[in-house]
Nanobody
Framework: QVQFAESGGGLVQPGGSLKLSCIAD????????LAWYRQIARAQREVVAV???????DYADSVKGRFTISRDNINNVGYLQMNSLNLEDAGTYYC?????????????WGQGTQVTVSS
């Protein structure tokens, strides 16, 4: 089963940018769909962006035009480029394999990476 290790979070001012990475440990990465989820405090994690195994992308309305999801199937890495960050983007970001229409996470969660947006 694939496992993810997320990194790249930090403190950024409103309007700033961050690029998150998640390294997949395990086989078959190129065949998985990949999603970035965000969790605010102890609320339920929500899907922010999805990229399918063949490169189709989808985004939550709140991040369209600002975030870009991508993947490197050779090095088993997923990315989330986040631009024009605002206070509502803060939270802990996780990678996972979305399953089904509900995009249920298909593998165990990693530790995530914290994004703080503050002036």
């Amino acid at each position: 089963q694939v496992q993810f290790a997320e990194s790249g979070g930090g403190l950024v001012q409103p309007g700033g940018s961050l690029k998150l990475s998640c390294i997949a440990d395990g086989s078959g990465f190129s065949g998985y769909n990949l999603a970035w989820y965000r969790q605010i405090a102890r609320a339920q994690r929500e899907v922010v962006a999805v990229i399918t195994s063949n490169g189709y992308t989808d985004y939550a309305d709140s991040v369209k035009g600002r975030f870009t999801i991508s993947r490197d199937n050779i090095n088993n890495v997923g990315y989330l480029q986040m631009n024009s960050l605002n206070l509502e983007d803060a939270g802990t970001y996780y990678c996972n394999v979305p399953v089904g229409r509900g995009r249920t996470p298909g593998v165990e969660w990693g530790q995530g990476t914290q994004v703080t947006v503050s002036s």
